[in-house]
């Protein structure tokens, strides 16, 4: 584990560096450099790390470690110093240089400040606001909001931009801008205890990950597979959108998150759906049971990189190594491809907490490759303010997420529909049947020929 020096452990050092270094600056331009490393602390633990620095060099104390890494990365490459471990440092420069080229690019940065408003500012994920998703299969939004008002809190209305959102005190509680069911706290708001949550009709769900299933937003009576689900918010999220109509086919390997999720979902009042102990890349596209699944939420395991509360308890744990990176992306990859045979599926949201390229833009990229022209990416929230890194044409409808873009946890969404080749011999479509951008045109057309009833919207899209 690598241990982050507090600011006053580094700044105590500071005649210790200066013996060790032998840096011919004076005190003040010591105390600079200093502080500049500890502003990059997380940026530099997460950089030494992966370059493997201490454990190769077994005498080479973090603290030094830290301002060496600095000063040769990001500072003046020791051209005014650096005693007996310059030669040391000259050993692992290469290595070092690329595990910070490789940072930047699983971080979408190109320079190297950027870094900084990435996961080495634990501030900014304090200041998250702390969002709840009421339950619309136990309560509605304004008898939430009534609750809590003769409980003492606040209630300001819907939100109309984020600044609304950071801006929140005291018991103050808003509508989230985006959500139609999400609630959002000042970020000290602590729910646990309350009794809508523990009743199950209140879900302390994080914004990001609620987008996924608004954004699969399957209509009540689909058949829909959520193929990684345990522990189950997304689960009871889609179940909510389904008004427990239809199905849902979840699965997930791992029994003991299993049977936490049977728990959370009968809190959650979800009688929708089936859960099964399997292995989503052993269950078969063929099989009749899920010859009418249309939608897919595929949210599988990942290196967590985005997870807020992994990066304030150890800034830059989240980044894994290359080879768990190369694995996970692996299974991912073969993981979406398997999705993308099911042969009734429309549409489809792939989704991680990862802020890793090769977990998310690649993964996607690379199965829209494997299956030409059969699938395309869905350009949704046009408002969002953070895209997919542009690696490949049409990333940018991919969507992302940070404590600092978004105020939320950090997140990859990307969603997938199906091509529709247009044939006369295509069956009529039921009211079941979802949406693809080509059927809203047809539809666009066929209102402009006459005048029709109204049509449901997938919110913000
Ligand atoms: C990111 S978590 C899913 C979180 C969940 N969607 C939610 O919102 O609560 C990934 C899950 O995938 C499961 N998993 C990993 N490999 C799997 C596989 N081959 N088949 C099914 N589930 C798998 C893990 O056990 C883990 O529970």
Redesign the pocket.
Known sequence: MVVTQGFCDLTLMVPLIWAELSLPCNVRQLYALVCETQRYSAVLDAVIASAGLLRAEKKLRPHVAKVLVYELLLGQGFQRGGGRWKPLLARHQARLKAELARLKVQRGVSRNEDLLELGSNPGSALQMPRFVRVNTLKTCIDDAIDYLKRQGFSYQGRASSLEDLRALKGKHFLLDPLLPELLVFPSHTDLHEHPLYQAGHLILQDKA?CL?AMLLAPPPGAHVI??????????SHLAALLKNQGKIFA????AK?LAS?ATLLARAGVSCCELAE?????VSPSDQRYRQVQYI?L????S?SGMVARQLEEPGAGLPSKERLQALAG?QQR?LCHALTFPALQRLVY???SLCQEENEDVVQEALQKSPGAFRLVPVLPSWPHRGLGTFPGAEHCLRASPETTLTGGFFIAVLERVEVLSSTSPTKTPEQPRTAASALKRKRKRRQKPAACASVRPGM
Not at 251 to 254: A, K
Not at 299 to 302: A, E, I, T, V
């Open positions: 990950s996924p959520d193929a990684c689900a345990a522990p189950g918010n997304k689960t699965f997930d390997l791992d998150r999720m399997r292995d989503f890349l052993a939420l949210d599988p395991s990942c967590g299974f993981a989704s991680t907490c």
